[in-house]
């Protein structure tokens, strides 16, 4: 099987459990947690899902950076799997749903049921309440039950009959859509779509890794029979990471250049609707989560220009005209880039 690339990190026993549990007496600033969490993450992904290396860096951005992902993918690609995998490697309570057309919003939330022997209601709780949540394929259950996930992606909260329930600190919502089937599907409103820090297209995996993907299933990984994966990483510590990031500084300079990227995604004349301010939010925690990943504590220009696609290529909607004139919204996010100036 293939070796981690990079080696975990000291305080870790041979299980790759962290030994502390959370960041050491040299860790205050932060960084070194933040880092070496997320390589202990990245080695362990990228040795079950092989040749999504990218798909793995953003999706633990997203995590870091206490944001939630929408997963795009044709079939087979590992969505599912990589999700599952990630939560076990965290250590996090799973919790799935498959959506369908005739889902109601309780089979996610839960319903209070009534008890005739003490006359009192008493809550059942749905999927919902997790640490991280996989809701797979979205899009083939309708708007009145997509909605249902609104409260909870935005507050991480869940209101029931007037009564409010707190989610679990982690809360994190990873959804899947495949891209190429429409046929009793309900696209995502604009409303849904805003609430999601990032969406992260996962693609077929390039030769070596394929091949390796199928060295890793006839050494009895995929398997059911398996043996579960082990930890190398714990909830508290990715708590821990998410309050250190307040930390990471964000120059004037680079401050201006964000806001100067957003407000001008809402003049483009391909653009019908640009970047939000939660979209302006969402960049700014994905940057600077990539910044401490790379050991920085400050921001950099580059690391706005390396989330920019995720963060954006979700929320902005091109022009009928545009569309029929075979623009795509990667181009229109290259060509935002391109139009404001870096600053020096």
């Known amino acids: 099987m293939q070796q981690p690339a990079t080696s975990l990190d000291s305080t870790q026993d041979q299980s790759g459990n962290n030994a ?3 960041a050491s007496a040299e860790d205050k600033s932060g960084l070194p947690l933040i880092k070496t969490t997320f390589e202990r993450l990245r080695s362990a992904l990228n040795e079950n899902v092989v040749g999504q290396d990218l798909v ?6 997203a995590l870091l950076a206490d944001g939630h992902v929408l997963l795009e993918g044709v079939p ?12 076990s490697l965290v250590g996090a309570e799973f919790g799935r749903v498959q959506l369908t057309p005739d889902m109601l919003p309780s089979d996610i939330l839960g319903t209070n049921v009534y008890d005739l022997n003490t006359r009192t209601f008493t809550l059942r709780k749905g999927p919902i309440f997790t640490g991280l949540l996989l809701a797979d394929e979205i899009n083939r259950t309708p708007p009145k039950t997509q909605s249902a996930l609104l409260e909870a992606m935005e507050e991480r909260q869940v209101t029931l009959d007037g009564h ?8 994190m919502v990873v959804a899947t859509q495949n891209p190429i089937e429409f046929e009793g599907t309900y696209p995502l409103p604009e409303a849904q779509l805003d609430r999601f820090m990032m969406k992260v297209v996962i693609s077929y995996p390039q030769g070596d890794a394929e091949k390796q993907m199928l060295r890793n299933w006839q050494a009895g990984s995929y398997s059911r029979f398996a043996r579960p994966l082990s930890a190398v ?15 990471i500084k964000v120059e004037e300079s680079v401050m201006d250049y964000l806001i100067e990227l957003v407000q001008k995604s809402r003049n483009l004349s391909d653009l019908h609707l640009g970047a939000s301010p939660r979209a302006a939010l969402a960049w700014l925690s994905a940057a600077k989560a990539h910044a401490a990943i790379e050991g920085r504590d400050f921001v950099t220009p580059d690391n706005i220009k390396f989330i920019a696609e995720p963060v954006l290529r979700h929320r902005l909607l091109l022009t009928a005209e545009s569309e029929l004139d075979g623009v795509t919204i990667a181009q229109v996010i290259a060509n935002l880039l391109r139009q404001v100036p870096v600053p020096r």
């Open 20 to 22: 502390t549990g959370q």
């Open 56 to 61: 793995v860096d953003q999706l633990l951005t």
């Open 76 to 87: 087979g690609t590992a969505k599912t799997m990589l999700v599952k995998t990630l939560a």
């Open 164 to 171: 409010t329930e707190k989610l679990s600190d982690l809360f």
């Open 233 to 247: 990483s714990t909830e508290a510590e990715i708590l821990a990471c998410r309050k250190q990031l307040s930390q």
